[in-house]
């Protein structure tokens, strides 16, 4: 059965670096999203992806997120100069109202 | 916001009882999911209800959908330990992006 797959599970950085998570989505799905859950809190929307732009962002998503789909199979998130409250599990999904979730990768921003 | 809110917080039950949970939203929806997340992992879609549709099965699973009373409920029918995992509800309206509550963890005793 095809899978969201997503590295790395863990990926632990210093305050103001810069970090780029990578997915890779089911292949034939068209639309991609990044979802954050900080512990304990609830799943929260961050951006989709469609047609190689952004299609929704929400409010968190702000000027030091960006999103990439650099070849035919990988979707990255790249936060430029990460904060402490960037601390948090990082979701990769693809579908349209059905939407399948990769594992995930924890954030750790010390 | 449109986010749904689960209803309890968290369930502990015997295995071989029924599990219950439900979750309320605030505005007008195109459908409503619930995904399971077993700890530290990815969301595992589990079932949809268009917000034309009052009931919905899958295995052992069962969903209601009552839009005049902005409310679904997940029930498990005859729990068993691999049940263990917390459940969200998520929903969305013409576009695809999923608003999650903050879910209900479950617990099955042996």
């Known amino acids: 059965e095809p899978e969201v797959t997503q590295t790395p599970s863990h990926q632990v950085t210093q305050m103001g670096q810069e970090v780029i998570l990578r997915c890779v989505p089911i292949s034939n799905h068209l639309y991609f999203y990044w979802y954050r859950q900080i512990l304990g809190q609830k799943v929260e929307f961050l951006v989709s992806?469609?047609?190689?732009?952004?299609?929704?962002k929400s409010e968190i998503f702000d000027d030091q997120f960006s999103v990439e789909r650099p070849d035919g199979s990988n979707f990255t998130l790249k936060i430029r100069s990460t904060k402490l409250e960037d601390s948090a599990m990082y979701f990769c999904a693809s579908g349209t109202f059905e939407q399948y979730f990769g594992p995930g990768t924890r954030l750790t921003v010390t | 916001s449109q986010q749904g809110e689960e209803d309890p917080q968290a369930l502990s039950i015997q295995e071989g009882e029924n599990a219950t949970m439900n979750c309320s939203y605030k505005?007008?929806?195109?459908?409503l999911q619930w995904y399971r997340q077993n700890s530290g992992r990815g969301l595992v879609h589990l079932i949809l209800i268009r917000s034309n549709e009052r009931e919905k099965h899958s295995g052992r699973l069962r969903v209601t959908l009552d839009t005049s009373k902005k409310s679904s409920s997940l029930l498990i029918t005859a729990s068993r330990a691999a049940d263990t995992a917390s459940y969200f509800c998520?929903?969305?309206?013409?576009?695809?992006?999923?608003?999650f509550g903050a879910g209900t963890t479950v617990t099955v005793r042996a």
């Open positions: 998520a929903t969305s309206k013409n576009d695809y992006k999923l608003s």
């Open positions: 505005t007008s929806i195109n459908n």
């Open positions: 992806f469609y047609n190689n732009e952004i299609s929704e």
